[in-house]
């Protein structure tokens, strides 16, 4: 089954084109084409993602991008090149006048560049329709309404963090498939979401805990904005952190150094005291599979508010950031941990763009193998940690339903359960 699939949920602008076979359980996938247009320069001058910024880069980015990816895959051959598709009448009419009506750029690049080619020897076409910001979501699914319709092949809406939660099983460059067995747990980790979801099948998820307020990437990202660090603030705070080995040392032989504070319950002065950085682990020991990390960056904001100094601030930061992402780590692997006891999962999964972080990565497959050897512990290859669309393809694959292009809406708040 050759599928294309297209991703805009939020900042990556991505075309994937897939061969898949074998069953569910041990798929095997062949990547022909595999494009993300990355728009973070553009949004780190305002630190954060503009939506109308990142739709418009959407709307300029997904032709050049779609035709990137027939040409790389060789799908399109050269008859079709030549040969035009004789669309209906009607389904010209709606392309114009209800599907991207909204997106005149796209609109005027979709007639001058896939009108006039065939249809292209694809199955289906797979598209994310949430959860994400809504301005970008629409041009994606109205790009891939527009071609169902034009091409007359099937459309799959994909909830996006069904793509992360099977990315682990994508071993694109590996002879042997994995196989997923059920129960099985999928931590799920990125700038909008921090989840636990039992999956028990192939589309039937339970979301057994999340976090109340902040999720784990967005915590990242604000903690890096508070110490001074760039966007996005994953990578930013885990390079931070990683200078913690050489700081140490310096710190030991330096007797008269500033040692980093800060508890802030000591009551005592940030010269004369022997501190620890130290945050909280918020929700830690709490009974359910919830998480909180708002606290944990209003901890940071604190401290950062008490050395007041900015150049001290900039001295302590790498010891912060490793103290911060040591809470995030922890909190996510021990509760990761506890679940996989309680749900009696065989496998343990870990996807969105915080599986990208390397502490996280060996802590919860050390620590996994430490406790429940007999459970495997997967890890997505860091190609699909961020945004993807190969992860889209792979999902609707797995679990995706067909609907009648008219059908399908973007969904910003989109669940798993
Ligand atoms: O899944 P993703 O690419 O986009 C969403 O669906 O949200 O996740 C993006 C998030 C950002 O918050 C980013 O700071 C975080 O993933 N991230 C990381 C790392 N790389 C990306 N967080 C921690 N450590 C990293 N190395
Ligand atoms: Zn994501």
Redesign the pocket.
């Known amino acids: 089954m050759r599928i294309l699939s297209i991703e805009t ?2 900042d990556e602008t991505a075309i994937a084109i897939i061969e898949c076979s074998g069953s569910k359980k041990r798929p095997e996938i062949s990547v022909l084409s595999n494009l993300v247009s990355s728009q973070v320069k553009l949004h780190a001058k305002y630190g954060g993602v503009v939506p109308n910024l990142a739709r418009r880069e959407h709307e300029r980015n997904l032709v050049p991008l779609l035709l990137q990816a027939l040409d790389e895959s060789r799908i399109m051959n050269h008859e079709s090149r030549k040969k035009k598709t004789k669309p209906l009448h009607n389904s010209l009419f709606m392309i114009h006048n209800s599907i991207l009506n909204k997106e005149p750029e796209l609109l005027a690049q979709f007639e001058k560049h896939i009108m006039p080619l065939s249809a292209p020897a694809i199955d289906a076409i797979a598209v994310t329709y949430g959860p994400g910001l809504a301005p970008a979501l629409w041009v994606g699914v109205n790009f891939a309404r527009a071609l169902a319709i034009f091409w007359k092949k099937p459309l799959t809406p994909v909830n ?1 963090m069904e793509g ?1 939660l099977y990315s682990p099983l994508i071993k694109s460059y590996e002879a042997t498939p994995r196989k997923i067995e059920f129960p099985t747990l999928s931590l799920l980790v ?3 979401h921090t989840e636990l979801v039992l999956v028990k099948n192939f589309g039937k998820y339970e979301i057994i805990g999340e976090t109340l307020d902040d999720a784990a ?2 915590a ?2 604000k903690v890096a904005r508070l110490l001074g660090l760039g966007y ?4 930013a ?2 390079e931070e952190a990683a200078k913690m080995k050489n700081e140490k040392i310096k710190m030991k032989n330096e007797s008269s150094a500033f040692i980093p504070t800060c508890r802030r319950d000591h009551g005592k002065s940030h010269d004369n005291a022997k501190f620890k950085i130290e945050l909280p682990r918020p929700m830690l020991h709490s009974k359910d599979y919830n998480f909180s990390f708002s606290g944990l960056k209003t901890a940071v904001l604190y401290l950062v508010r008490d050395i007041k100094n900015p150049r001290e601030v900039k001295k302590l930061r790498p010891a912060i950031a490793k103290e911060f992402q040591d809470a995030v780590v922890g909190v996510l692997v021990a509760k990761t941990i506890r679940a996989a006891v309680e749900y009696k999962t065989k496998t343990v999964l870990l996807g ?3 599986a ?2 390397n502490l996280l990565r060996e802590k919860l497959s050390s620590e996994l193998k430490k406790e429940l050897p007999e459970v495997s512990c997967w890890l997505p290859e860091s190609t699909v940690t ?2 993807n669309a190969l992860m889209i393809a792979f999902a609707a694959y797995l679990a995706g339903k067909k609907k009648a292009p008219t059908s399908v809406g973007a969904e910003a708040n989109l669940r798993l359960s």
Do not use: L, M, T
């Not at 996005?232 to 990578?235: A, I, N, T, V």
């Open positions: 949920s939020c996006h992360h990125s700038g909008g990437g967005e990242f990202d996005p603030g994953g990578p705070i885990a969105g763009g915080v990208a972080n961020g945004d």
